[in-house]
C-alpha cells in the first residue's frame, strides 16, 4: 500500500513562490507515474500536472503552464511541484495521486489509485 505525505504549502503573497513536496512510502514509488491535483472551496478536483515514472513526459493544465513545475527524485521516493508567480486564483488544497501506469501522465483524477491527504495553499491578493 502506498501512502503520500504532501508539505510545503502555506501562505504567500500574489506574484510570490512555493515548493511542494509529496513523498511516498509503502510501495515502488519509481514504477508510478505521479500528478498533482487541487481543489478551491466549492469548486471541483482539477488537475495541475503529471510526470511519467522517469519524468520523461510531463503534462500541465493550461493555466499552470509556465509557471509549475513538476519534478521528481525517484531516489528520495519524492514528487515536486514548483510554484512561480502565484496567483489569488491558485488557492486550494493540493493534493499528491500515484498511478500504477507508469507513462501516464493523465488528467483524471479516477485513474489514479494513490492520494496524500493534501496540503493547503493560500495566495493573497
Known amino acids: 500500500q502506498v501512502q503520500l505525505i504532501e508539505s510545503g504549502g502555506g501562505l504567500v503573497q500574489a506574484g510570490g513562490s512555493l515548493r511542494l513536496s509529496c513523498a511516498a512510502s509503502?510501495?515502488?514509488?519509481?514504477?508510478?507515474?505521479m500528478g498533482w491535483f487541487r481543489q478551491a472551496p466549492g469548486k471541483e478536483r482539477e488537475f495541475v500536472a503529471a510526470i511519467s515514472y522517469n519524468s520523461g513526459i510531463t503534462s500541465y493544465a493550461d493555466s499552470m503552464k509556465g509557471r509549475f513545475t513538476i519534478s521528481r527524485d525517484n531516489s528520495k521516493n519524492t514528487v515536486y511541484l514548483h510554484m512561480n508567480s502565484l496567483k489569488a486564483e491558485d488557492t486550494g488544497v493540493y493534493s499528491c495521486?500515484?498511478?500504477?501506469?507508469?507513462?501516464?501522465?493523465?488528467?483524471?483524477?479516477?485513474?489514479?489509485?494513490?492520494w496524500g491527504q493534501g496540503t493547503q495553499v493560500t495566495v493573497s491578493s
Open positions: 509503502g510501495g515502488t514509488f519509481s514504477t508510478y507515474s
Open positions: 495521486a500515484g498511478n500504477p501506469n507508469r507513462y501516464s501522465t493523465s488528467r483524471t483524477p479516477t485513474l489514479y489509485n494513490y
